[in-house]
DNA sequence: CGTCCATGTTGCAACGTTGCAAGCAACGTG
DNA sequence: CACGTTGCTTGCAACGTTGCAACATGGACG
């Protein structure tokens, strides 16, 4: 059976209070005594009963972490670096997959699914911000990837609409002009996808140019990314430059170009978003715009960390931005030639760092 | 602030045990008595408090997941399964990553890291069978994708030496007589990379062949891919064939095929392991070997299930063999042409199926 | 010498739940 | 009518931990 403080309590010879102080710091104890109860603590191999511990203190430290997918390379990446900022922090992540279904995403959110969370980290798919924080209701909320301005829930993303800006300059600075967008999602009617939409065009316009064409897609993987080039490449004046709101749908779009035997870059500049592991080694190598996911991972954990502690103060919401760069490799002509510093020879390259 | 037995109790004014009772269908209750605590759980939303009841049950209900790595392919898409074949039988998952590292290995196995789980799945990496069993000490434990003989474990996995095998018989098949080898792992004493190997083997000797080369790699990653086939191009007498021990190596290969102008699959046809998506959206499309994912998720979840319920009779360590399949596309000039069933054009092919 | 303070140590109660065994009413049977 | 049985309900105690407040001890200080 499994050791209390009771046992370890008994052998070191003191009390049950004592050996919790030493086992969670929370008095001084006489360091003759704080030796005699760790070895103690090691003879018998005595591990804290969490249940009982949560009981009393009514936190769990669990934080959950909602995202739509864990398969994918963006959400895979960034789960993984939130697991590791929450472990330093001391939390341990409950991580969960909504799959895109609206109903998934409100049973994970409002408790009814699953084990109690002291907070949640939720990168939402199909439910709005405002709805989120209703659903949560009162639970330490952060979201990720959008950015609304309602209630006591922080955000925290990239400026989406400069990124796209920047991503239409890369391309204009190319020297295309006939550029298409692919990625829209009209019919959620909430943010991310809007405001790559307004960056694109507002970059363009920079220029005097305006969108070719904009294909709007069901979801941001390979085969929505394969079909929209496919039909960008029917119209009657085919684009020279396509810039895809996720990597997955440009690679999905490099595979068709590559079917078609349209020549990338020469024929066609080809851009994602995201800078997934994949797209340094497609060949060519993709052009994308990368998030610092560290960053993203490590101020979400910061910020349900202090909602959590300080749970009473009713902080007003904040909005968290963070960099982004383009990083522009062979998909669209870039100064990056295979093997340099940032082709697949070097696959630890500022796409992850 | 959160409802407890105690408030539901009092507003249906019945005992707090009653209440109990209907939430947990431990006992009979009335159904008048049961509609009106029914009525008074909805009114306060009330929610169990899973800290008491598994402080009281002496369970969590909790499964611990341990992969290398959640941001790969191959293990990204088996969390996930792994956690709806859990949610299914009303387990929580939590993931955790050890990164290939044996010291955090270990410490997640013993517990000494996060919380209490009432059992684990494990995919080791640098940990031996026999150590985990030691160091689970009598946690229920499903070790994957190692088979090993000892213990009171069960292993679930597909059977390595006759996949290798297959794929060896594949290439053969259609015609290559130079086959080399990328994956090799020696300083791992551990099964997987071994039995591939020896699987490989027995697949050319049984058409008088033997391996011309065989390449160590540090990963399965797609750097160590890249490198191990530029190390390749460079012999004398190129293979004209490799079989990749993931499909991520296999990918990295496929980069570098392309920089060198090695045309795949009519000089080199180049084949994988694992079915990742990004393999089907490759160019060409990368031939590979299928595991039947969702049976190894199925069948680990109900193996630790088991275990777990029936806590007290020592079970045999059972071996679980799962099917898989050589699903054969462009890369070694498969009968499979782009935009066919299995091309990238059906996103949802065999491969996940 | 008495008082105060800092430092260590302790017992008690409580967190919200469920196992246990007993209680109670109503009913069927001998 | 006594008795056992069935169906439903209940009070008590316990799971292992920590907050709280009180209690010893010993040294510094007026």
Redesign the pocket.
Known sequence: ?????????ALA?????????V??N?????????ARVMAAVEELG????????N????RTGLIGVVVPEIHSPYFGALAELLIDAARERGWTVLLERTGGRPDLERRLLDGSEGHQVDGMIVSPWSTSPAELASLAGGLPLVVLGELAPDGAIDHVALDNVAAARDAARHLVAGGRRRVAAIGLQSELGHGTAELRAEGFRQGLRESGLSPVAEVEVADLHRGEGARALRELLRLPGRPDAVFCFSDELALGALRVAAEEGVRVPEDLALMGFDDIEDGRFAAPSLTTIAPYREQIAERAVQCLTERVLGRFEALPGRRIVVPHRVLPRESTGGPVPPGAPDGPGTPDGPGRG
């Open positions: 059976m499994a050791a209390r403080l009771k046992d370890v309590a010879g003191v009390s049950v209070r004592t050996v919790s102080n086992v969670s929370a008095a001084p104890v006489a360091p003759a005594t704080r005595y591990r804290p009963n969490l249940a009982a511990r009981l009393r203190q009514g």
